[in-house]
């Protein structure tokens, strides 16, 4: 081969090879990465967009150091002492960990500061939120939040002192609390299904999109680009060898 037939032949797969690199191993997976994690995000935005669930039922809440702690047992069986402060909170919430607390910081000094203490009895500050026009059931209108300061037995629970206070109550054959105040009328711890704000149609697929067009940013395809370089090692070898053995004859 002469010798400006190398350097000639090693220019022009270089500049061809430049035009549609292959892609390296290491690019490829990125490529691949790239388009997963879209796909994962696609995936976690069409799971957000799924209909979100709860159930709307009353919430029962202890404040305990200035804070409301979801209480531990129902109204029909907490025994409060003197001085206690109980919240309940009508809305839908997906579980006691989602659940939503009463509105309000009013503590028992407040609430009943014109209840005196009376041998033989106690005094449970009550805090009742009937929520918001959000979490009514349809044709309901929930009343205004109250505070109240019931005074019960030594051994009352917590349900003789919202019985005291917010008649009527209303239970199911569980024991589960479905009205104060006589709110909500109908309905007790039903779950509740909210509309779909995106949905899963078009999620997987928009994630294989997204990675296709991934793949086209990067130009040439690696498969593609290997192949061409292939070819036009050959094509350029070939004259390369006719013009040698011309130059020879």
């Given at each position: 081969?002469?010798?400006?037939?190398?350097?000639?032949?090693?220019a022009a797969l270089a500049a061809l090879l430049a035009v549609a690199p292959p892609a390296p191993a290491a690019d490829a997976a990125g490529v691949r990465d790239t388009a997963g994690v879209r796909a994962e995000a696609a995936g976690v935005r069409t799971a957000a967009a799924q209909a979100e669930s709860g159930y709307r039922y009353w919430s029962f809440w202890e404040r305990k150091d200035g804070a409301w702690a979801y209480a531990s047992q129902g109204p029909s069986f907490l025994r409060p002492d003197d001085g206690s402060v109980l919240g309940f909170r009508f809305a839908v919430s997906e579980d006691s960990a989602e659940a939503t607390k009463p509105r309000g910081a009013?503590?028992?000094?407040?609430?009943?500061a014109d209840t005196e203490p009376?041998?033989?009895?106690?005094?449970?500050?009550l805090v009742v939120d009937f929520g918001t026009?959000?979490?009514?059931?349809?044709?309901?209108?929930?009343?205004?939040?109250?505070?109240?300061?019931?005074?019960?037995?030594?051994?009352?629970?917590?349900?003789?002192?919202?019985?005291?206070?917010?008649?009527?109550?209303?239970?199911?054959?569980?024991?589960l609390l479905c009205a104060i105040a006589g709110y909500p009328e109908s309905g007790c711890g039903e779950q509740i299904s909210g509309k779909?704000?995106?949905?899963?149609?078009?999620?997987?697929e928009s994630g294989r999109e997204d990675a296709a067009e991934g793949d086209a940013?990067?130009?040439?395809?690696?498969?593609?680009?290997?192949?061409?370089?292939?070819?036009?090692?050959?094509?350029?070898?070939?004259?390369?060898?006719?013009?040698?053995?011309?130059?020879?004859?």
């Open positions: 081969m002469a010798r400006g037939a190398v350097p000639a032949l090693l009013a503590g028992f000094g407040t609430i009943c009376e041998p033989g009895s106690k005094r449970v500050a026009a959000a979490d009514a059931p349809a044709g309901e209108t929930p009343p205004k939040s109250r505070t109240a300061c019931a005074r019960i037995g030594e051994d009352g629970s917590a349900g003789d002192a919202l019985a005291a206070e917010a008649k009527p109550l209303r239970y199911n054959s569980d024991a779909r704000k995106g949905g899963s149609d078009g999620g997987a940013d990067g130009g040439m395809p690696a498969g593609l680009g290997i192949a061409a370089g292939a070819g036009a090692v050959l094509v350029l070898g070939a004259a390369a060898f006719w013009q040698t053995r011309r130059r020879r004859g």
